[in-house]
């Protein structure tokens, strides 16, 4: 079993900043990719950000030079920093990660966090 919990979220004005945080914990032999998905109502859920074990990161067109992605790989922890923020960043920020128990890679979703920027 595992979990992802974020944390970090929360309420902020336009042009200030928020860290968010993701804590994989559980039966975990490795890690793959982790990343940052947000959702809005009545959209689907789209990538932020991504990186690999490696440190190879990925971002949505949006949010590049504005939010850094970053993992600590002891600590099974991965960050999303988030400069600049838009009111247009609003949304449930969701935590996902490829995770092998040893055995079998399983793709697993946190529980999500609120960023809410206000204009």
């Known amino acids: 079993q595992v979990q992802l919990v974020e944390s970090g979220g929360g309420l902020v004005q336009a042009g200030g900043s928020l860290r968010l945080s993701c804590a994989a914990s559980?039966?975990?032999?490795?890690?793959?990719?982790m990343g940052w998905y947000r959702q809005t109502p009545g959209k689907q859920r789209e990538l932020v950000a991504a990186?690999?074990?490696?440190?190879?990161?990925n971002y949505a067109g949006s949010v590049k030079g504005r939010f850094t992605i970053s993992r600590d790989n002891a600590k099974n922890t991965a960050y999303l920093q988030m400069n600049s923020l838009k009111p247009e960043d609003t949304g449930v920020y969701y935590c996902?990660?490829?995770?092998?128990?040893?055995?079998?890679?399983?793709?697993?979703w946190g529980q999500g966090t609120q960023v809410t920027v206000s204009s």
């Open positions: 996902n990660a490829a995770i092998s128990d040893g055995h079998n890679w399983y793709t697993n």
């Open positions: 559980g039966s975990i032999f490795s890690i793959n990719v």
């Open positions: 990186m690999t074990r490696g440190g190879v990161g």
